[in-house]
């Protein structure tokens, strides 16, 4: 009978290589996802930086609505 100890040994290969690319596109899927974040976040974070300013003055002249 032939010996199947090496067939089994590059399957085990191939799997683990299959795995580890996966592994690898999850992770880059994941950073990009956590930079896009980031963008959003610092967009909306000047956005109301920007209108605080304007909030801040209308209230000095005490000219704020309800």
Do not use: P
Request: glycine content about 8%; charged content about 10%; hydrophobic content about 45%.
């Amino acid at each position: 009978m032939r010996n199947k100890r090496g067939n089994i040994s590059i399957l085990v290969i191939f799997v683990l290589l299959a795995s580890s690319l996966l592994g690898i596109l999850s992770m880059n899927f994941v950073q990009q996802m956590i930079q896009q974040s980031t963008v959003v976040h610092n967009y909306y974070k000047a956005y109301y930086l920007s209108k605080a300013g304007i909030e801040l003055g209308l209230s000095q002249i005490k000219h704020r609505g309800i």
